[in-house]
């Protein structure tokens, strides 16, 4: 039932103590508020990363070419490992769990790109039809290169947006063709991707085209590859077997770990996983302890309260108040504050995640941190639980100076000086 009288005394207590008040009831806003902050802001760099690291299949492994550091059977120290298309061949046939595979090539010397008077400094990578079962990006003109491109040595590229930007900045690209060190490229699609890089500006063509017109013979320099349904400890196998099967072709140590380079994503999407998990936990950690302080603010305001009326504690009582509405008066203080500033701190943390978010401010405050920062949030039901706990701890803070107040005998209260 509402109690009209205890509640204009609470009103009452509260204007009298404006500035106690103000300061507990902030400390407990700032407790919530960084609980919902840290946790959007640990949600948004989590969402961020996984956009980013999403641009390669998370079962997917990629495979590098090294340097020999020790000397073996015949082979010097030293020695650059240069993988060719048999050992594309030699991998697909041995490992049995591959699903997609594909090699990306080179092309060597300086790449001068141009389209009329348009001219940019691009990647050129030659692939094969396969690369885009392995790296995720979007085709949003056109089409990817297939299998006919890659078996008759077309002349055809895809382009990334920015890449259309420069060369085609007035008229679209389809059907266009662009100047690739003096050779022209018919551009057959369009695609956009995220990546690490600030300026990132990709433009793919078959790799049987780039062996055959740009004298890099059957080089490689990536072999990429996905697997079907394998947990990480198989593929930590399968990173062994692609050692020994290497090592045994181009002759070096298996022993020898700069001889190649192997990039297993099945084990790094674990441990990002578990990365973020534990940021995750070290963000409610801060956050509950930022709290307990602004709830040990509420039980000491509530002690002094106690202890500033006595008297008129022990006045209600000798005039035949009851224990249990001497606690409720403190309980409903205490709660009221607790609640209304853990209100504010609620509201503050969510309404400065929705204007990151709205008004793209990491983008335009630091620009390149952007693509690592996406979509800060945090869910509704973590946000109204953990004010419903602060609620629950503010009552409790509250109990115990409500249980010495209601403890107070009369004669005593009113001896109080």
């Given amino acids: 039932m509402f109690d009209r009288d205890k509640w204009n005394e609470i009103f009452s207590t509260i204007r009298k103590n404006k500035t106690r008040t103000f300061l507990t009831g902030f400390s407990v806003a700032t407790g919530i508020f960084m609980l919902i902050f840290l946790l959007g802001a640990g949600r948004g760099l989590r969402n961020g990363m996984k956009d980013v690291f999403a641009q390669d ?30 050992d594309l061949e030699s991998l697909k046939t041995s490992i049995d769990k591959i699903d997609a595979i594909s090699a990306m090539s080179y092309i060597p010397g300086a790449e001068v790109i141009s389209y009329k008077d348009n001219f940019g400094n691009f990647n050129v990578s030659p692939i094969h039809d ?40 007035k008229e679209t690209s389809l059907g266009k063709f662009i100047n690739i060190n003096k050779i022209k490229f018919k551009v057959v699609g369009v695609f956009f991707k995220k990546d690490f890089e600030e ?54 140590s298996r022993e020898d770990k700069n001889a190649l380079w192997i990039q297993n994503n099945i084990e790094n999407s674990k441990q990002f996983s578990a990365m973020f998990s534990g940021i995750e936990k070290f963000v409610w950690i801060i956050g509950i302890f930022t709290i307990l302080l602004g709830v040990i603010g509420v039980f000491n305001i509530m002690m002094i309260v106690v202890k500033e009326r006595t008297k008129e504690i022990g006045i209600r009582k000798a005039i035949g108040a009851s224990p249990v509405s001497v606690i409720s008066l403190v309980l409903m203080e205490s709660i009221f504050i607790t609640a209304v500033s853990g209100y504010f701190g609620l509201i503050a943390g969510v309404g400065l995640l929705e204007m990151i978010s709205k008004f793209n401010l990491i983008e335009k405050l630091y620009p390149p941190a952007a693509i690592y920062f996406l979509n800060p949030q945090v869910d509704l039901g973590i946000a109204v639980g953990a004010t419903i706990v602060l609620v629950v701890t503010g009552a409790l803070a509250g109990f115990f100076p409500a249980r010495r107040a209601a403890s107070i005998q009369p004669i005593d209260a009113l001896r109080d000086e």
Avoid: C
């Fill in 130 to 169: 396969t690369y885009k079962e392995i790296k995720n990006f979007d085709i949003i003109e056109g089409r990817f290169l297939n299998k006919i491109d890659i078996a008759e040595h077309r002349k055809v590229v895809i382009i990334q947006d920015e890449v259309e930007k420069i060369l085609f900045p």
């Fill in 57 to 86: 299949a998370t079962n997917s492994m990629q495979i590098w070419g090294g340097r020999t550091t020790k000397a073996y059977k015949g082979t010097p120290e030293g020695k650059r490992i240069q993988m060719v298309n048999a």
């Fill in 199 to 252: 300026n990132s500006r990709d433009i793919y063509i078959p790799i049987t085209v780039a062996q055959k017109i740009f004298n890099n013979n059957d080089h490689l320099r990536r072999i990429s590859f996905t697997l079907d349904n394998v947990s990480v400890e198989e593929s930590k196998e399968i990173e062994k077997q692609i050692t020994y099967k290497m090592a045994a072709i181009h002759n070096f």
